[in-house]
């Protein structure tokens, strides 16, 4: 896929290679299967660590698109353990959404202070490049590309984050055929993540999705959040996208109703 010349439904923006596995990788399958245009910017390569190298990375990264399904992956290649939301780096981001044009920009969000600031940083810098990206009269700092305005900006609230958030806008996507779809590009990290170090990362993504998605009647959810109110054409078709609650009351003498019984017949 050439995303410069075919414009990208979702650009999904992460730190490190196998942040975006980890908090969003079921619904990046999704949207694959879905038949929209889908591709991922890593802002760094994640390295170093105490167990990889940019090699070993990069192979990793490469095996987890494939494993997602993802058409086009890029790293920018800022600086790991020091990424800042500094004006360069904005520049830089900022470019290629003017290159790869996304309808919708996705992106973690929240402070982890038991975990690289990188992610923080990473959010801040994907605000302000949204902006920058649109300015005029500044083609220079942009490699002389057009300006362009990214439409949406979706957030994907990191589990661990420091602060209990209250956003204008949240939903939950239903990733129950594409969860194992993520593990398995989260298991390509092999040097991150070496057996006992994967259970324990895939109890907690279990978990979490199980949680999330449950609240929905889905076996599991990512959830996403928007900086502005969820805003929908049909007030119906919104409210069956979950399945209702995952304990419906049964009337006596009647089993509990499915979900697909609790839709209205087609007109």
Known sequence: MNAETERLDVLAVGAHPDDLEITCGGTLAKLVRQGYKVGILDLTTGEPTPRG??????????????????????????????????????????????LLRPDIVL??????????PDHYQAQLLVEGARFYSQLTKWDERFDGTAPYRVPHLVYVPMPFDAEERHFSGSFTVDITQTFEQKMQAIRCYDSQ???????????????????????????????????????????????????????????????????????????
């Open 107 to 116: 992106t973690p969000f929240g402070r982890t202070p038991a975990a690289s």
């Open 53 to 98: 190298s940019l090699e070993i990375r990069a192979a990793e990264a490469e095996a987890a698109r494939l494993a997602l399904g993802i058409p086009f992956r890029r790293n920018l290649g800022l600086p790991n353990r020091v990424l800042m939301d500094v004006p360069e780096n904005r520049f830089a981001v900022a470019t290629q959404f003017r």
């Open 193 to 267: 993540f070496d057996d006992g170090r994967f259970e324990r990362l895939r109890h907690f993504v279990t978990g979490y999705n199980v949680m999330m998605g449950g609240r929905c009647g889905f076996a599991y959810g990512e959830a996403f959040a928007l900086p502005v109110p969820v805003g929908v054409a049909d007030m119906v078709n919104a409210v069956h996208g979950g399945k209702g609650s995952p304990a419906p009351v049964s009337l006596p003498g009647q089993p509990a109703p499915r979900a697909d019984e609790l839709r209205p017949s087609a007109r």
